[in-house]
């Protein structure tokens, strides 16, 4: 079975531009969550999308948004990039209720 | 807020040493339990779960972790670990009640360096 797919896996974005990171999770997994992973603020949750429903946002700013389409496949956008922005982005898939398993990530850095 | 602390932040080991990594959380009500790990260039990958049953529960490469609902522990284990086990390790709690989620609260990981 693949595994969770995100892409791209590198994005070198400037202050001010949007960004949407994709992700496709594992075949069947409805439920899927994002995360930010910085060396300073650890591992923090985004939100999480299931059936194509914002069940769950984490402490972040409007800036970050995401959806969730009839084929499970998610994507989240951040509008007016910060350099703070500058982190590797997870994105995890689940049965419901179940294990999360996390894809490779997407490592943005915003100049 | 719930919160999950990881009190070893660096843990270096001689190979073939016992290991211990601390995790405890805040939150009264019943959780889903994770240990997940990151080598080095890879991604997060599930080490071991706990949701209901036996508290001492068995993950991949000889690691185990053992819930301890009084103490709100689920540390981490491995009786003799190896090179390969050089690695970021995350404890992550799934707090379960006020609605259905798989939100994962993370803690802030612990290195591991293990020396040949």
């Known amino acids: 079975k693949a595994g969770v797919t995100q892409t791209p896996r590198y994005l070198i974005k400037t202050r001010g531009q949007q960004v949407t990171l994709s992700c496709s999770p594992i075949s069947g997994h409805r439920s899927v969550s994002w995360y930010q992973q910085t060396p300073g603020q650890g591992l923090q949750f985004l939100f999480e999308y299931f059936s194509e429903t914002q069940r769950n946002k984490g402490n972040f700013p409007g800036r970050f948004s995401g959806r969730q389409f009839s084929n499970s496949r998610s994507e989240m956008n951040v509008s007016t990039l910060e350099l703070g922005d500058s982190a590797l982005y997870l994105c995890?898939?689940?049965?419901?209720?179940?294990?999360?398993?996390f894809g490779p990530g997407t490592r943005l850095t915003v100049l | 807020a719930q919160s999950v602390s990881q009190h070893n932040h660096h843990v270096i080991l001689s190979e073939a040493a016992s290991l211990e990594l601390g995790c405890n959380y805040s939150y009264g009500g019943t959780v889903n339990l994770f240990w997940y790990v990151q080598y080095p260039g890879q991604h997060l990958q599930l080490l071991l779960k706990?949701?209901?049953?036996?508290?001492l529960v068995k993950g991949i490469k000889g690691f185990e972790a053992e819930f301890i609902k009084s103490k709100f522990s689920f540390n981490l284990r491995k009786p003799s670990v190896q090179w390969s086990d050089t690695a970021e390790y995350f404890c992550?709690?799934?707090?379960?009640?006020?609605?259905?989620?798989?939100?994962?609260?993370f803690g802030t990981g612990t290195l591991l360096a293990v020396q040949p």
């Open positions: 995890a898939s689940s049965l419901d209720p179940g294990t999360q398993y």
């Open positions: 992550a709690v799934n707090a379960l009640g006020g609605g259905a989620t798989n939100k994962l609260i």
């Open positions: 706990y949701f209901s049953g036996d508290p």
